[in-house]
């Protein structure tokens, strides 16, 4: 095991490292055994070491330092040490003055030159050295140009590894340096030769590196690239016409000068002669992005438009497939699928990186913002060409349709054929997305106005999309809730809220995803089919609000569960704690004294859940209540009401004592009048299901006798017989008619007593007023079971007396009286039935 040096002890002052070579080999060891904080630990030692003057930092500790840059993805730093590490030459006493052989084992070749970065000799076969005298081996020339190499694409550091690449290739014996400077500058190489060796000897990260610089280049051959040299201040204005063909190197002579924003300028006027033209429409993406990125002299407003144009033609380009086709040729092999997907997959984040961080220094809303329109654009492009193939026939030059819908608006800025070509694209999406394709239909969404919030909704970001649709509907606030174009944003603000309401279930965040249904359903999002999804919401969110409070607030859990049962009506256990949410509601009503709330919530609870005893007493007891207060009114409306309702608790709850306690006088009194009115059997029905509901064991209730229903109504009418103390004909007439009434049903004790009594009384008023054949015919309705009848008697003698005042009178008064003692009066009054020839009824 290496040992290793705590630094900064009293004896260590971070500059004073001992041996040099010795430390160095200790940061390789622990490099190899995978402990890099150690490696770094060793040669930052160095390094400050190297500072006073005691160590010195050599190719090989640059080549580390180079290797654990990459490691660490700072690819920055590694093109920094890899050039270092490339440029560090061995002191002149280093110089070989005998000859030695190569360190290649089957080589038999004189060495001529010692290595700068491993001390080993070799021949001009296995190494090369530099004009300036700086010479390396083959196997670290190669590791280190092809890391190099890497690190200058990612670190888009080109130029400098250009240079380093062509100080090494212009030693006649190294082809790496050749074959790589041919990829990376073609123009810069004398004989660019085959690169297919260079590739397949290149790791796969490495491969995809260089696959993704070479994605970054121009299509066109670069010959007459050194023909064309701008004067001077041209190219503010358009090139000739007779030398429009020069354009494409213009802009790259004024993009390697710098001038990214002219050449921009120059790129855009090539792109308007060849608007779907892959070559001219990739350098138009490359010159965009570089104006986006880096020029200086560009304001806001045109980096942003910059931005936009190379994200429309960046997505038309990486899903091309004559632009992959090209490439190869260009590249002198045919790339692999994995080869084109790494590239596209590579150069497509890093994009989407850039226009990320652009995104959050200029504060834009998610909804406007460039990695929006980014991911749009690939969608877009991604899927045209399967709706495309066999709408319609592409010219003779032919391309792709890889268009999104930034790319099919600049064809449409151009105007002529091409405006009647995007015309076309809408047309053939439309007609896919009415026969049902899904793709069709896709793009369709994808290139209305509301197709970045339904890309958004796809990447699952529902707050953006929400946030975003409510903000624009706010400023669209005057518009009719009809109007048309409001049917878009309404269908995806309605989709996204029912997507996080799904999202929210998932993750038990039960009252938001309540919240989210109904606003959902609110913008005409149907919810049939996710009832049970509702449903079991909306119970959690009932139970958590009972559950996380010392003092449940029942008002609140009713409404939360009403809510939810409005969009999930049939859920039968959201019915049932609702049903329980009600019943305390009723029971703080009724604490309260508000019995016409409590009635509302506890019917409500029984109308959820019959089979709730507690829902059924409460409801039961809240109406009883209600008809005992509608008792006392005493209106025929009230009584009525209240009638049905005691008879619908006692359907309920055939024993519940207080409905029978009220309803049986109420029945009772029924019964009495009823009979009065002469419906002899509706009497005796109401009186035989009073008689049921009393109960002799109550004081509260009647206590009926053991007789039949015809003696209780009979007392009932007996005792409700009126008993004026100073009588009138009115008073007695009434009083002998209820009488009449009673003896139909049963003769009572007392009852002959009490009606002779009266007709006695009418008798004697009778004759006061010297109505003297109507006395007489009272006589005839006097029951026969009477013990006193002299009152009555008397009375007829004086009317028959004063009917015939003579001496004939005088006898046939006696024979009145006589005739009067004989004859039957058991003959009843009738109940109502009045004969004509009959004056007193």
Not at 411 to 437: F, I, M, Y
Not at 529 to 542: F, L, P, S
Request: glycine share 6%; hydrophobic share 40%.
């Amino acid at each position: 095991m290496v040992s290793h040096t705590v630094w900064g002890g009293a004896e260590d002052d971070g500059a004073t490292v001992g041996d040099p070579s010795a430390l160095l080999e200790q940061a390789v060891i622990a490099y190899v055994q995978g402990r890099f904080a150690i490696t770094v630990s060793h040669l930052r030692r160095l390094e400050r070491a190297a500072v006073v003057g005691h160590a010195v930092v050599d190719a090989r500790h640059a080549a580390l330092r180079g290797a654990l840059a990459a490691r660490a993805q700072n690819w920055t730093e590694c093109c920094d040490w890899y050039e270092r590490a490339l440029a560090f030459s061995l002191p002149e006493d280093h110089a070989c003055q005998q000859t030695l052989f190569c360190f290649a084992e089957d080589c038999t070749g004189s060495a001529g030159d010692l290595c700068g970065q491993c001390d080993r000799w070799f021949c001009p076969e296995h190494g090369a050295e530099r004009e300036d005298g700086v010479a390396r081996c083959g196997p670290c020339l190669d590791v280190a140009l092809h890391n190099l190499v890497q690190a200058a694409i990612l670190a888009d550091r080109v130029g400098t590894a250009v240079e380093t690449l062509a100080s090494w290739a212009r030693t006649a014996n190294w082809d790496t340096a050749k074959a790589l400077l041919a990829c990376l500058a073609p123009e810069e190489a004398a004989n660019p030769g085959e690169q297919a060796d260079v590739l397949d000897s290149f790791a796969p990260d490495r491969r995809a590196a260089l696959l993704l610089y070479r994605a970054s280049r121009t299509l066109h051959p670069t010959d007459l690239e050194r023909v064309c040299v701008p004067e001077s201040g041209a190219s503010d204005s358009p090139l000739p016409e007779a030398h429009e063909w020069l354009r494409p190197w213009a802009a790259r002579r004024l993009s390697r000068a710098g001038r990214h924003l002219e050449a921009w300028r120059v790129r855009y006027e090539e792109w308007l002669a060849r608007p779907v033209d892959t070559a001219a429409v990739h350098a138009l993406a490359l010159t965009a992005l570089r104006v986006f990125a880096g020029d200086a002299e560009a304001d806001d407003r045109v980096r942003e438009e910059a931005a936009r144009q190379a994200i429309a033609c960046w997505a038309m380009v990486l899903h091309s497939v004559s632009y992959w086709r090209e490439l190869g040729q260009h590249s002198g092999r045919p790339l692999t699928a994995d080869e084109r997907k790494a590239a596209s997959d590579a150069l497509t984040e890093r994009i989407r990186q850039a226009l990320r961080d652009d995104d959050r220094t200029a504060g834009r809303p998610t909804a406007d913002s460039l990695e929006l329109a980014w991911e749009v654009e690939l969608a877009v492009a991604r899927r045209l060409p399967q709706v495309m193939e066999g709408a319609l026939t592409p010219p003779a030059r032919g391309y792709d349709f890889s268009f999104g819908p930034g790319f099919l608006d600049l064809l449409s800025s151009v105007g002529g054929r091409w405006k009647e070509l995007v015309a076309d694209v809408h047309s053939a999406v439309s007609d896919a997305s009415g026969e049902g394709d899904e793709a069709g239909a896709r793009i369709e969404g994808l290139l209305s106005p509301e197709g970045r919030y339904l890309t958004l909704l796809e990447f699952g970001r529902f707050d953006d999309v929400i946030t975003g649709l409510e903000a624009e509907g706010a400023a669209r606030h005057g518009a009719q809730e009809n109007d048309e174009s409001l049917q878009g944003p309404r269908r995806v603000l309605g989709a996204a809220l029912f997507a996080r309401a799904r999202a929210h279930v998932e993750a038990r965040r039960w009252s938001a995803a309540i919240r989210d249904f109904e606003d959902a359903a609110a913008n005409g999002v149907s919810l049939t089919g996710h009832e049970e999804e509702i449903g079991r919401a909306g119970v959690h969110a009932g139970f958590a609000l009972y559950k996380n409070r010392a003092k449940v607030d029942w008002q609140a859990y009713v409404g939360l569960l009403e809510r939810a049962l409005a969009m999930a009506p049939l859920h039968e256990q959201l019915k049932r704690d609702l049903a329980v949410g009600c019943v305390n509601l009723g029971e703080q009503a009724s604490q309260r004294n508000e019995h016409d709330e409590a009635l509302v919530r506890v019917a409500r609870a029984y109308e959820l859940d019959p089979s709730n005893e507690l829902a059924a007493a409460a409801l039961n007891a809240a109406e009883t209540r209600k008809a005992e207060h509608l008792l006392k009114d005493r209106s025929a409306s009230g009584r009525t009401s209240a009638v049905t309702a005691l008879r619908a608790v006692l359907d309920r709850d055939a024993d519940f004592r207080p409905a029978r306690r009220a309803l049986a006088p109420v029945l009772y009194e029924r019964s009495l009048v009823t009979a009065v009115r002469g419906d002899r059997a509706e009497a005796l029905r109401l009186m035989q299901e009073a008689r049921l509901l009393s109960d002799a064991s109550d004081d509260e209730f009647r206590h009926f006798g053991e007789e039949s229903p015809e003696y209780d109504i009979a007392q009932g009418l007996f005792e409700r017989v009126p008993s004026p103390q100073e009588p009138d004909e009115e008073e007695l007439r009434e009083a002998l008619a209820m009488l009449s009434v009673v003896r139909s049903y049963a003769v009572l004790p007392d009852l002959s007593d009490v009606q002779v009594w009266l007709l006695a009384d009418l008798a004697e008023i009778l004759c006061e007023e010297g109505r003297y054949d109507e006395v007489i015919a009272l006589a005839r309705r006097c029951p026969s079971d009477v013990e006193d009848r002299s009152r009555l008697d008397a009375a007829v003698v004086e009317a028959r007396t004063c009917r015939r005042p003579t001496k004939g009178a005088r006898t046939d008064a006696r024979s009145d009286r006589r005739a009067g003692r004989g004859r039957n009066t058991a003959r009843q009054l009738p109940l109502f039935g009045l004969y004509k020839d009959d004056q007193l009824w």
